[in-house]
């Protein structure tokens, strides 16, 4: 029964897929993203139970613009089980581009499309319980320009019974998709190991409430990182403010780092989708692979620029 019902909390984590983060991906993965995702799926909250269906995780992956890189965005389907999540983080691998700039837009973008666009977001519109949430992973700025990005719209009365949530195109940057998270009630956190004024930027932009204190962080480990925690996340500031209880604490550390050409978001084939803001205005590259039995034959979704030709048999 609880396997059919919809969850009343999510998350995306959002991750760039790029070598600039590649070297800092064990440490943040381990000190930061895992105890948040252990937080989040406890079922305890500063000493009290929490009742319900099992939160609900998914991940975006994002790279550079450029014929470099082997894709813009991917995305995973959503999953409820907190070990098959980490070990898809586990498994992104880091290369290419980034050094300078990253397609933050399009990932965040990606994220919130996942979040409007799930059918527990349209089944609890009503519930003001519903919680979801963003982290954005990122050691690069995001690309200046606007680009051309799909978004959540206003659903009007015609569309509020249907599961689908409409969307619409347009041209945006970073912070003006962050504001977007505001308008919609989805709070917008950030780890970055580099104090980059843009991410800051993007964090204040995605506040639901600009007046509001940001929460204290132990820095102590890496005290050159950047952690902005949304007010409203309260599993990741009870995460990364006080040790986790004996039951929460990692019984393993992410630290896999892969150089391979490109990055993998693995996923459950039966709630995966293609991404929305990956594709847009034909930036995928050009290939003889067929993409589509590539998908159906595997249980993640990958375009491998350097391998697409082996993986087509």
């Known amino acids: 029964m609880v396997e059919g019902m919809a969850s009343e909390r ?7 897929g790029t070598a600039a983060l590649g070297p800092y991906w064990p440490a943040i993965a381990a000190e930061y993203v895992e105890k948040i995702v252990r937080s989040f799926c406890s079922t305890e909250l500063s000493g009290q ?102 978004r959540p719209s206003v659903q009007s009365s015609d569309h509020k019974k249907s599961n689908e949530a409409t969307k619409e195109s347009c041209l945006a940057d970073a912070e003006a998709v962050a504001v977007s998270f505001a308008q919609s009630s989805v709070s917008l956190s950030v780890v970055s190991p580099k104090q980059l004024p843009t991410l800051k930027a993007i964090y204040n932009a995605g506040k639901r409430n600009p007046q509001a204190s940001d929460p204290s962080v132990d820095h102590a480990k890496n005290p050159h990182f950047l952690v902005l925690l949304s007010e409203s996340f309260m599993e990741a500031r009870t995460a990364l403010s006080h040790p986790l209880p004996g039951n929460l604490v990692p019984n ?17 084939p039966s709630n995966a989708t293609p991404s929305v803001n990956g594709t847009m205005m034909g930036r995928q590259p050009t290939a003889k692979c067929c993409f589509s039995r590539c998908i159906s034959n595997a249980n993640f979704f990958t375009i491998d620029y350097f391998t697409r030709n082996k993986c087509c048999k």
């Open 49 to 150: 139970k929490l009742a319900g269906v099992p939160p609900e995780l998914a991940l975006v992956v994002f790279h550079t613009h450029g014929p470099y890189s082997a894709f813009i965005v991917q995305r995973s389907g959503w999953t409820k089980d907190m070990d098959a999540f980490l070990s898809w983080l586990s498994g992104i691998s880091f290369s290419g581009g980034g050094f300078s700039e990253a397609a933050i837009c399009e990932g965040l973008a990606e994220a919130l499309m996942i979040l409007q666009g799930s059918p527990g977001s349209s089944q609890n519109h009503q519930n003001r319980e519903l919680q979801k949430h963003c982290l954005l992973v990122a050691a690069s700025n995001p690309y200046p320009l606007p680009t051309p990005v799909y």
């Open 252 to 268: 393993h550390t992410i630290t896999k780092m892969d150089t391979a050409p490109a990055a993998t978001v693995p996923g459950p």
């Open 10 to 16: 999510q998350l995306v984590v959002v991750v760039e």
